[in-house]
């Protein structure tokens, strides 16, 4: 029994690291972000060896998570992602998926397992999560055709299968649980420092002080602020051309008009609004025209041939 579980664990520790170096390997920009976003945070906490000691230990701990199982299960809780549960729903969506997965494998035989589930949400929108999961929301099921779904299936499934997921789970569980734990140190360091003071200095003094340590919390909290904007800006990019690629992925596997079909939709329910520079910077996803544009001159370019 024990020896069975010693087993396990070694081999999900053994595919983490498998993963996580493949991750890193395709996306170095993650890592610089992170080495940055970690000696920032670490100043936070203190700026002495231990502070940069418990930093380290932290932010491992947080990517074990992120890349382990766990780090799906947490992000599907977190996403309200469940299974198909009812009759009507396998009836439905299981034929759908099948289709799109079956082909994908016949395309890319890499693919591991991967399981359709459900989003109980009425805004059209579709995910995929870790290694083995998307999801499509009800009001997505409820608004596309069958081939539109199966569009939206196949781009999806080209996320998990080039290893986009792997970013949201990065960013989302590990550089998340590591900020959580950063605020939260700080919080209590402050707190600390603050009680030292008042029990050790001259109201005067403790004044003096006060106000410098305040000013240079101030500093670091921008400079964090700062380099979180630009991490997400530097992300963002990679993440519309992950974008690209999923959409020409869902074109090869031979759903580039269903695709087309439901990107029309989509800017159709889109109700537009002005949004601001720093918004269009970070944004995740392209302009919903620019990907029609691309699909639409692959399907001429193919029907030319």
Not at 72 to 88: A, P, Y
Request: hydrophobic share 50%; charged share 20%; net charge neutral.
């Amino acid at each position: 029994m024990l020896d069975t579980i010693l087993k396990k664990t070694k081999n999900i520790f053994k595919t983490m690291w498998q993963d996580f170096k493949k991750f890193i390997t395709a996306n170095p920009q993650y890592l610089l972000c992170s080495i940055v976003y970690y000696v920032i945070a670490s100043f936070l906490m203190g700026g002495v060896f231990v502070s940069f000691f418990i930093a380290l230990v932290a932010y491992v701990l947080s990517l074990v998570i992120a890349f382990t199982p766990l780090g799906e299960k947490i992000l599907r809780f977190f996403e309200g992602v469940r299974r198909i549960e009812t009759n009507r729903e396998r009836e439905y969506l299981f034929p759908i998926f099948q289709e799109v997965y079956t082909r994908a494998r016949e395309h890319s035989p890499e693919l591991g397992r991967i399981q359709p589930c459900i989003i109980d949400k009425m805004t059209v929108n579709a995910c995929a999560l870790g290694k083995h999961t998307i999801a499509v929301t009800k009001g997505a099921i409820e608004t596309f055709n069958e081939d539109e779904l199966k569009a939206i299936m196949a781009h999806e499934i080209a996320h998990i299968l080039y290893g986009d997921t792997m970013a949201r789970l990065y960013i989302t569980i590990g550089n998340g649980f590591f900020t959580a734990f950063v605020l939260v140190s700080k919080a209590f360091l402050f707190m600390a420092e603050w009680i030292e003071m008042v029990a050790s200095k001259s109201k005067s003094s403790f004044s003096f002080a006060w106000v410098i340590i305040v000013l240079v919390k101030a500093i670091f909290m921008l400079i964090l602020l700062v380099t979180q904007f630009l991490m997400k800006l530097v992300l963002s990019v990679s993440s519309r051309r992950s974008e690209f690629r999923a959409d020409e992925y869902a074109f090869e596997l031979g759903y580039g008009e269903s695709l087309v079909q439901a990107f029309y939709l989509i800017e159709k329910l889109q109700l537009g609004g002005t949004a601001t520079i720093a918004q269009r910077m970070t944004r995740e996803h392209p302009r919903i025209t620019s990907r029609i544009e691309r699909i639409e001159t692959l399907l001429e370019e193919e029907s030319a041939v």
